[in-house]
Nanobody
Framework: VQLQASGGGLVQAGDSLRLSCVAS????????MAWFRQVAGKERDLVAA????????YYADSVKGRFTISRDNAKKSVYLQMNSLKVEDTTVYYC?????????????????????WGQGTLVTVSS
């Protein structure tokens, strides 16, 4: 599976952005999906994850109530709606494919469970 992320940009604190990630080749609807972010020199942090059906989601504490992950299996796409952006949200965001899951399973929350990564999209939030 190849992943193409987009939607990053420069915004002001309090603004919103919507990141998109489209998968090409291979399966998508059987996989958990996630968004990570990585500050230079640090490990990638899980921001949000979603089950294969979209019925179960996970959010890092730092983004709960502000970010929403969703997916459209027909379009092989996963999205991250980011509201009330803060300066500290500034970094590169990556989408990633997780393992094949049974329909009712929640998404994994360990970075090591996600093996396939997109190229990243930069989000810059100014004060």
């Amino acid at each position: 599976v190849q992943l193409q992320a987009s939607g990053g940009g420069l915004v002001q604190a309090g603004d919103s952005l919507r990141l998109s990630c489209v998968a090409s080749r291979g399966t998508f609807s059987r996989n958990a999906m996630a968004w990570f972010r990585q500050v230079a020199g640090k490990e990638r942090d899980l921001v949000a994850a979603i089950s294969r059906s979209g019925g179960s989601t996970y959010y890092a504490d730092s983004v709960k109530g502000r970010f929403t992950i969703s997916r459209d299996n027909a379009k092989k796409s996963v999205y991250l709606q980011m509201n009330s952006l803060k300066v500290e949200d500034t970094t590169v965001y990556y989408c990633a494919t997780g393992p094949d899951m049974i329909l009712t399973a929640p998404p994994p929350t360990e970075a090591s469970d996600y093996k396939n990564w997109g190229q990243g999209t930069l989000v810059t939030v100014s004060s």
